[in-house]
């Protein structure tokens, strides 16, 4: 049965709002929990899955005291904030699945070339690697001397790039995939922020606006 009274739109945006704020909560334990074991260094790394967590928890705040209290204006920030959030992450899970080796490698070099050095350590360590791309135009003579792998002892080290493309594309089909099912959950708080928010509450005050 299609979902059309005022409390089964409420209860649904409540609950959506409700599994927003979990996934967020979830984001930031996460990223806390990696940082704590020692298994991510970077701050920069740590400080963006907390943001995205922190930002993701703040909206669907909004949302749920929006849809609790029938905000208007709430309501009408919600949407359009969710609304561009939806439109970012349907691009983003679209190139994901999209994407081919060549830019897996041009995407690789790219944000290698970015990280610290402490960073490249920490991924060297873990992948028993050393160095990006032997062909690719980053430093890998240097990235190699500094190279703390279990296997530079034994003189017999892959490419850190080539065990990262062995899982890039599986690991970007299940990005894009998962972050394709959210964007669809984004239009469908939209949809139901727009539908709650043009129906009337049968308890207000006919006359009161918000």
């Keep these: 049965m299609v979902c059309g009274g005022f409390t089964c739109s409420k209860n649904a945006l409540c609950s959506l709002n409700v599994v927003y704020m979990l996934v967020g909560l979830l984001l930031i334990g996460v990223a806390a929990w990696g940082k704590g074991f020692g298994l991510v260094s970077s701050i920069h790394i740590i400080g963006g899955v907390i943001a995205v967590g922190f930002f993701l928890l703040l909206i669907a705040i909004v949302g749920l005291i929006g849809a609790i ?4 204006v709430m309501l009408f920030f919600y949407m359009v904030i969710l609304f561009i959030v939806f439109l970012f992450q349907f691009g983003v899970s679209c190139s994901c699945l999209a994407m081919n080796r060549g830019q897996q490698e041009a995407l690789l070099s790219s944000a290698w070339s970015i990280l610290q050095n402490k960073t490249r350590m920490d991924l060297e360590t873990q992948l028993n690697c050393c160095g990006l791309f032997k062909n690719s135009s980053t430093s890998f003579d240097a990235d190699y001397a500094s190279c703390p792998a279990f296997c530079k002892k034994e003189n017999d080290c892959a490419t850190c790039g080539g065990k990262m493309l062995n899982h890039a594309t599986e ?3 299940i990005l894009g995939g998962v972050g394709l099912f ?5 239009i469908l708080g939209v949809w139901l922020a727009v539908r709650y928010r043009n129906q009337k509450d049968p308890r207000a005050n006919p006359s009161a606006f918000l």
Excluded: I, N, R, V
Aim: proline letters at 0%.
């Design 69 to 72: 209290h029938h905000h208007q």
């Design 171 to 173: 690991a970007l089909k």
């Design 182 to 186: 959210f964007s669809f959950t984004e």
